[in-house]
């Protein structure tokens, strides 16, 4: 070689087509799953030597056939996946003969292999119309997986009436229908056309819209055992149950006879003008579509607009246009709640602000407080020093006792300003529930403190015995007692005791009887004088 080419005129051409390449691929992939692997062809084949060294990599107990003779050396164990796999050239009697003569060694079966076989590998016949999928798409052709024992090839000139490019219409994995010209091409390969069934379709416009995936509107006429059919311009559709509710298998088909579902054909029948058609599918695209449309308006730091759709214990869901979103329980109000309702109501229109956007996980976080002004910013406009404010008791303290003045602003009333007498505890004078009224001493609204009084709204000469607000109103509205009935309880004094002049003897007993009683107002006094100074 090297004396008769020089360096600069040897060239190497790779031989090997996609189909060869294809048909290895597929035969390592069955010998990976199978315990057994039989590689069927004439030993002489380099084709089929290639895919014995191949499945022979992966499975160790893979056995080269060449006639039905070589099945007796095959040992196969009951529970054993057999795997079976033929060169391109190997002729297909030769294939059903070591299959039956395997199926004859395993007799003892429930089921033959053969059966197995038969019902594994697809029957085709030129002029049918089958579906496959698409396992690769070049400038020249299309390579189709038919469920055959030998994959399907479309040419260029076959695919469509244009001179389209194959990889620009075609990718892989793409389900497409085609027709069988040629069972065996020569080189173990199925001619196929799929410009034969667009021609058929062509011919009726109906079916020509619908085989390129249009969605349309169909109105269910009858529920059958199997799911729903409708009529569509003279074609039958059917509707499976399976294809019905997007979660689920759909079980009373019976309340869908007269509604109108938007389908798309998944199998079409042209010659005698049926299909078959999703509705799911259709519904599944149309929510994810109104999904990626409505995250894509969304970004954080937003305001927008939602309706409250649920409540939990933990917040609140919310519509924002076709996406639901959660307000936290800590970010519906500035202040301290039990439950989302005690703010909001199901279906309560709402200004929310997004707090943070999780595409991956579908996740929203919106703010309502955020968008409401905090309690304190006007505090101390709203309670100036000196004024009086009404509020009710919600928490008492070993020092004094909380009053809510509005939600999320409470005062605080020590225990030196609940009572004008010395208690010993808070609840001597006020409970919890109590609504009472305060003079607001100090407001600090950067430290959430204000200051509050009672006692200084009490009377001095007055009982020094708190009264909640309720009860002293009831008690500003009883009727006063008659002035003679308390003119009459109060006895008068004698005439004559005032008169009479008292003799020495009787005032020197009246000093003996007084003196106890001024030493006891003078410790009254300082008794009182003692309270003053513990207060």
Same mark, same amino acid.
């Given at each position: 070689?090297? %004396? ?7 060239h190497v051409?790779?031989t090997?087509?996609? *189909? ?24 002489q084949?380099?084709n ?9 990599e992966?499975c160790e107990?893979?056995y @080269?056939?060449e006639?039905s003779k070589d099945v007796?050396a095959?040992r196969i164990?009951?529970?054993d996946? #057999?795997? !079976?796999?033929a ?10 003969e070591v299959?039956d003569r395997?199926s004859?060694?395993?007799a003892?079966e429930n089921?033959s292999f053969a059966?197995?076989?038969d019902?594994?590998?697809?029957k085709?016949?030129?002029g049918? &119309? ?7 798409a070049k400038?020249d052709?299309v ?7 030998a994959?399907?090839l ?12 194959p990889?620009?219409?075609?990718h892989e994995g ?6 069988v010209?040629?069972?065996?091409d020569?080189?173990?390969?199925v001619v196929?056309?799929?410009?034969k !069934?667009l021609?058929?379709?062509?011919a009726d416009?109906?079916?020509?819209a619908?085989?390129n995936?249009?969605?349309f509107e ?6 059958v055992?199997?799911g729903?059919?409708?009529?569509y311009?003279?074609?039958?559709v ?6 019905i509710?997007v979660?689920?298998?759909a ?5 869908y006879?007269?509604?109108?579902m ?6 079409i029948d042209?010659k005698?003008r049926k299909?078959?058609?999703?509705h ?6 149309e929510?994810?579509a109104?999904l990626?449309?409505a995250w ?5 730091? *937003?305001?927008?607009?939602g309706?409250v759709?649920?409540?939990t214990?933990f917040?609140?869901f919310?519509? #924002?246009?076709?996406v639901d979103?959660l307000?936290h329980i800590?970010?519906i109000?500035w ?5 989302p309702?005690?703010v909001?109501?199901?279906k309560?229109?709402v200004?929310?602000?997004?707090l ?5 996980h579908e ?7 955020q968008l409401?002004p905090?309690?304190?910013?006007h ?5 100036p020093?000196?004024s #009086?404010v009404?509020?009710? &008791?919600?928490?008492i303290t ?5 009053v809510?003045l509005?939600p ?26 109590d609504? #009472?009224e305060?003079? =607001?001493?100090d407001v600090?609204?950067?430290?959430k ?7 200084a ?5 007055? @009982?020094?015995?708190? =009264?909640?607000?309720? %009860?002293?109103e009831e008690e500003?509205?009883a009727?006063? *007692? ?10 008068? %004094?004698?005439a004559?005791?005032?008169e ?5 003897a ?5 000093e003996a ?9 003078e ?5 009182l004088a003692e ?5």
């Amino acid at each position: 070689m090297e %004396a008769r080419f020089p360096q600069n005129e040897k060239h190497v051409f790779d031989t090997i087509c996609d *189909a060869t390449t294809q048909r290895q691929e597929e035969a390592v992939r069955i010998a990976r799953a199978a315990d057994v692997t039989v590689v069927i062809g004439g030993r002489q084949s380099s084709n089929t030597a290639k895919l014995f060294a191949l499945c022979r990599e992966v499975c160790e107990r893979t056995y @080269a056939v060449e006639t039905s003779k070589d099945v007796s050396a095959i040992r196969i164990n009951q529970n054993d996946v #057999i795997g !079976v796999t033929a060169g391109a050239s190997t002729p297909e009697w030769l294939i059903k003969e070591v299959v039956d003569r395997m199926s004859e060694n395993n007799a003892a079966e429930n089921v033959s292999f053969a059966e197995e076989m038969d019902k594994a590998m697809v029957k085709i016949r030129p002029g049918q &119309v089958i579906k496959g999928k698409v396992i690769y798409a070049k400038e020249d052709e299309v390579s189709v997986d038919i469920g055959y024992k030998a994959d399907g090839l479309i040419s260029k000139e076959e695919l469509t009436s244009t001179d389209e490019d194959p990889t620009a219409l075609f990718h892989e994995g793409d389900e497409i229908e085609v027709e069988v010209l040629k069972v065996n091409d020569g080189n173990g390969n199925v001619v196929l056309s799929r410009k034969k !069934v667009l021609a058929r379709l062509a011919a009726d416009e109906t079916l020509l819209a619908i085989s390129n995936g249009e969605v349309f509107e169909v109105t269910i006429k009858e529920a059958v055992k199997g799911g729903l059919t409708a009529d569509y311009d003279g074609v039958r559709v059917f509707i499976p149950r399976s294809q019905i509710r997007v979660n689920g298998y759909a079980h009373d088909v019976d309340r869908y006879v007269g509604q109108t579902m938007r389908v798309r054909a998944i199998d079409i029948d042209a010659k005698h003008r049926k299909l078959v058609a999703t509705h799911s599918a259709v519904v599944a695209e149309e929510r994810e579509a109104a999904l990626e449309e409505a995250w894509s308006k969304l970004e954080e730091g *937003a305001t927008v607009k939602g309706i409250v759709r649920r409540l939990t214990d933990f917040g609140a869901f919310v519509d #924002i246009g076709g996406v639901d979103g959660l307000i936290h329980i800590g970010d519906i109000a500035w202040y301290r709640i039990n439950k989302p309702s005690d703010v909001l109501k199901v279906k309560q229109e709402v200004e929310v602000v997004v707090l943070s956007l999780d595409r991956e996980h579908e996740r929203i976080s919106l703010g309502y407080k955020q968008l409401q002004p905090k309690p304190w910013d006007h505090a101390e406009e709203k309670y100036p020093v000196d004024s #009086i404010v009404r509020g009710t &008791v919600v928490r008492i303290t070993t020092f004094g006792a909380f009053v809510a003045l509005e939600p999320g602003v409470d005062g605080l009333v020590h225990i030196s300003e609940v009572s004008n007498k010395f208690i010993a505890k808070v609840e001597d004078a006020v409970k919890v529930g109590d609504e #009472i009224e305060a003079l =607001v001493l100090d407001v600090d609204a950067n430290a959430k403190r204000i200051s509050l009084s009672i006692k200084a709204l009490l009377n001095p000469e007055e @009982a020094t015995e708190v =009264v909640p607000v309720e %009860a002293a109103e009831e008690e500003a509205e009883a009727p006063e *007692a008659p002035a003679e009935e308390a003119e009459a309880e109060a006895p008068e %004094a004698p005439a004559e005791e005032a008169e009479t002049p008292e003799t020495p003897a009787e005032e020197a007993e009246t000093e003996a009887i007084e003196t106890p009683d001024e030493e006891a107002a003078e410790e009254a006094a300082e008794e009182l004088a003692e309270e003053k100074t513990e207060e």
